[in-house]
């Protein structure tokens, strides 16, 4: 495959594809595998893994993997490597690179994220272990005073930082200015939050000559607080999500693969088949989902190789419904054939 950025950037919003997230770092895969009563060992974390990278449906419809750094070093049970696993389905193996969020100096309840500090070196040996992109992800809470313009400006920065060292490193730049779902706010409140951290990426990124073309933007939807009383409808959040990108991202950029954050399956897969569904988008949308793809998997699996079978038609179910979405070809009888 074509080591162009570009090119990268293009097949990883390939049609019917998206990415899954599986970048969960050992703290959180711990409260995932708690969650179905499995300890959360490294074979665990392998195991639980490999059943979703061996599922034939990689194939069809994941372009890529983001991975965590233990996995992206990691062997399968008889020892193929699982980059190689990815691999071979077609899929391109991509790498988490920051170290997290950590409190903002003189910012109360506002974080920026870190891990600038010998990227450089780490981005080149990512490249030499497989990984063809790079993901970094920037947490901006919403409350009374909340987000700061200086918030913004921080974490668009160091994720300016970050792209460009990435494209320097032949990685393709996941940017990913998460603004949280959490809360009392309204509909509204996420769309205004959301376009000061666009903006404010959007200028370090031209400030920092990264070339749009081969970058993929990871976003929030706009949603209705999750504590909010009135929650917007699918065509709502669709509607608003695209006017709040039109203004906001810039042509060039080939593909916007929404983070799922804490929605439902069922709302992630609804409120990206409505986006595709009105069409005239300058962009490729797509999914970069975490928990949506794999809540379901991680359920049937519940860590026993009995499961194995039932957890992959899981994880094949929700590929396919997410898949569709990218067509704007999802529907309520083909969730509920599955
Ligand atoms: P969720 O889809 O679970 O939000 O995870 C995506 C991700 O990679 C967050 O950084």
């Given amino acids: 495959m074509s080591e162009r950025l570009e090119d990268i950037a293009q097949a990883m919003v390939a049609p019917n594809k998206g990415i899954l997230a599986a970048d969960e770092s050992t703290g959180t895969m711990k409260k995932r595998l708690d969650s179905i009563g499995v300890e959360c060992t490294g074979d665990n974390r392998r195991d639980y893994r490999e059943m979703m990278f061996r599922t034939p449906v990689m194939a069809e419809h994941i372009s890529g993997v983001i991975?965590?750094?233990?996995?992206?070093?990691?062997?399968?049970?008889?020892?193929?490597?699982?980059v190689d696993i990815i691999k071979a389905a077609g899929t391109i193996p991509g790498i988490k690179v920051d170290t997290g969020a950590h409190a903002l100096a003189g910012a109360a309840g506002e974080k920026v994220t870190e891990g600038l500090d010998g990227l450089r070196d780490r981005l080149n040996e990512y490249y030499t272990l497989g990984a063809r992109f790079a993901k970094w992800r920037a947490v901006i809470a919403i409350g009374d005073t909340i987000p700061s313009q200086y918030c913004q400006n921080a974490n668009a920065h160091a994720l300016a930082r970050y792209a460009a060292l990435c494209q320097e490193a032949g990685l393709v730049p996941i940017v990913e200015p998460e603004v949280l779902m959490d809360g009392p706010h309204s509909l509204d409140d996420h769309f205004a939050a959301t376009t000061l951290a666009l903006q404010a990426l959007y200028a370090q990124l031209a400030e920092q000559r990264v070339v749009l073309e081969g970058t993929i933007l990871k976003p929030n939807m706009t949603l209705s607080g999750t504590e909010c009383a009135t929650q917007a409808g699918v065509e709502e959040v669709a509607a608003r999500t695209v006017e709040c990108l039109k203004a906001n991202v810039p042509e060039a950029v080939p593909g916007i693969?929404?983070?799922?954050?804490?929605?439902?399956?069922?709302d992630a897969t609804a409120h990206l088949n409505a986006m595709n569904a009105l069409g005239g988008l300058p962009w490729r949308l797509s999914y970069s989902y975490g928990?949506?793809?794999?809540?379901?998997?991680?359920?049937?699996?519940?860590?026993?190789?009995?499961n194995v079978a039932a957890a992959q038609a899981a994880f094949t179910h929700r590929a396919r419904m997410n898949g569709a979405a990218t067509a704007g070809a999802w529907s309520d009888e083909m969730e509920n054939a599955g």
């Fill in 67 to 82: 991975l965590f750094d233990e996995t992206i070093r990691q062997s399968a049970a008889d020892g193929t490597p699982m």
């Fill in 257 to 266: 693969c929404f983070l799922s954050g804490g929605q439902s399956d069922i």
């Fill in 291 to 306: 928990r949506a793809l794999q809540a379901a998997p991680l359920k049937a699996w519940g860590g026993r190789a009995e």
